[in-house]
C-alpha cells in the first residue's frame, strides 16, 4: 500500500480481516522499529484556554463553556521544572502546547527560551502554537526546536463541519512554513468526531502523502467535553480504532505513530493490541493539555506485562 493508493484499495485494506490486517502491520513495523520499544513524550499545556478559534472537539475554545481554570502563557522557570520532573520519570520529549489561533511575534520570545532549557535538559523539544508564519517557523528552528506538532484532525472534505475559524488549507500551508525551516513535523488527526470510514482513508492519504512524510504520527481518539458541540458524540468502535492505526503503520513504515488522546478510556488489552497494530509512542503523565491521561505508576506497569522498554531519546545534547 502506498499514499497513491485508490480510496478503493485502501477501503478493501480497511476491510481485511482484522487478524490479517494487524499481521500485515505488524510485518511492516517490525522491518523498521524494534517492535518492543515506544517512545514517550510529556505534554505541557503553558497557555490554557481562551482560544479564539471554533474547533468542536476543544476544550479550550472561548465560545463553549466548560468550566476550563484558564492561564496565560507560563513562567519560564515553571516549565523548566515541569520539564525536569518530565525527564526524571523517563520522558524523552517535552511538548508545549499554547491556546493559540497562532502566536503573536512577542509570544515567540518566552518560548523560545523555554524551548533552549527543555534542550539543555537533553530532551527533545515540541511545540504546538497554531498557525505560523514563514519567519516564525525559521525563528522556532534557530532556536533549536525539534519537533513541531499541527495537526489536520480529519478529512478536508469533513473540516468545515468541526472547525469554521480555519480551513484545511491554513494547516497545510503552515505544516510547509515548519518543513521548510527544517523542523520535524508532528501531524495527525482525532478520530470518534462522527466522521467516516472515508474521512480516516483521506486524513491518512493526506498524511502519507507529504513529502517527507511526518515523523510523528498522533491519532487520537476524542475526549469528549461537556460544553462543546462534540460533548455527545457517539463513541467509535474500539476496533476501527486498531484498524486506523494498522493502516496508518502500513501507509506510513517510518512514522513514528502515537497513541495519544483516548488512552485513559483503554483497556490495557486494547492498548496491547494498538501496539500491536504499530503505535510505537505514547504521551506519559497523568495529564495530556486540560484532560486525563493514565497515571505513570500504570503506563510503567503496562511496560513490564508486556516487555515493552522506552525508546533512547534522539537528542544529543547533554543530560
Ligand atoms: N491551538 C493549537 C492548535 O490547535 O494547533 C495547539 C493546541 S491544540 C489543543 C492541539 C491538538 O489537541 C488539536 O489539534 C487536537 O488534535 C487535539 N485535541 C484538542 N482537544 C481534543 C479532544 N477533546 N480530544 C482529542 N484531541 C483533542
Ligand atoms: C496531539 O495530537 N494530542 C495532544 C497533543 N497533540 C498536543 C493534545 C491532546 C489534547 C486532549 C484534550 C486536552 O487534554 O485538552
Ligand atoms: Fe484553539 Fe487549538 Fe483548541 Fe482549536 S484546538 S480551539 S486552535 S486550542
Known amino acids: 500500500m502506498t499514499p497513491d493508493s485508490s480510496i478503493e484499495q485502501l477501503e478493501a485494506l480497511f476491510d481485511t480481516p482484522l487478524i490479517d490486517l494487524l499481521f500485515a502491520a505488524q510485518s511492516v513495523h517490525r522491518r523498521h522499529f524494534d517492535p518492543n520499544s515506544v517512545q514517550v513524550s510529556t505534554l505541557l499545556s503553558i497557555k490554557t484556554g481562551r482560544c479564539p478559534e471554533d474547533c468542536a472537539y476543544c476544550p479550550q475554545s472561548i465560545r463553549f463553556e466548560t468550566g476550563l481554570e484558564v492561564h496565560d502563557l507560563m513562567p519560564v522557570d515553571e ?3 515541569a520539564a525536569r520532573r518530565a525527564k526524571a520519570a523517563g520522558a524523552t520529549r517535552f511538548c508545549m502546547g499554547a491556546a493559540y489561533r497562532g502566536p503573536k511575534d512577542k509570544d515567540l520570545e518566552p518560548i523560545i527560551e523555554m524551548i533552549a532549557e527543555v534542550k539543555r535538559l537533553g530532551m527533545e523539544s515540541c511545540v504546538t502554537l497554531g498557525l505560523l508564519k514563514p519567519q516564525q517557523a525559521g525563528r522556532l528552528a534557530e532556536a533549536g526546536l525539534d519537533y513541531y ?7 478536508e472534505a469533513y473540516y468545515s463541519q468541526i472547525i469554521s475559524t480555519r480551513t484545511y488549507a491554513d494547516r497545510l500551508t503552515t505544516l510547509a512554513h515548519v518543513r521548510d525551516a527544517g523542523i520535524k513535523v508532528c501531524c495527525g488527526g482525532i478520530l470518534g ?12 492519504r493526506t498524511l502519507a502523502s507529504m513529502e517527507p512524510q511526518p515523523e510523528s504520527v498522533p491519532i487520537n481518539e476524542l475526549v469528549t467535553i461537556p460544553g462543546t458541540p462534540l460533548a455527545d458524540a457517539e463513541p467509535l468502535d474500539k476496533f476501527e480504532f486498531v484498524r486506523t492505526i494498522a493502516v ?13 488522546a483516548g488512552r485513559s478510556d483503554f483497556s490495557d488489552e486494547l492498548q496491547a493490541m494498538c501496539f500491536f497494530a504499530g503505535a510505537n509512542s505514547i504521551f506519559f503523565g497523568d495529564k495530556l493539555l486540560t484532560t486525563d491521561n493514565p497515571v505513570p ?8 506485562r508486556l516487555g515493552i522498554e522506552a525508546e533512547p531519546c534522539d537528542t544529543h545534547a547533554p543530560a
Open 79 to 81: 516549565v523548566k521544572a
Open 149 to 155: 506538532n499541527h495537526n489536520l484532525d480529519t478529512s
Open 193 to 204: 468526531m462522527g466522521e467516516s470510514r472515508r474521512d480516516r482513508i483521506e486524513l491518512l
Open 248 to 260: 496508518a503503520r502500513l501507509l506510513m513504515p517510518r512514522s513514528h505513530i502515537r497513541l495519544s
Open 297 to 304: 505508576n500504570d503506563d510503567e506497569a503496562l511496560f513490564a
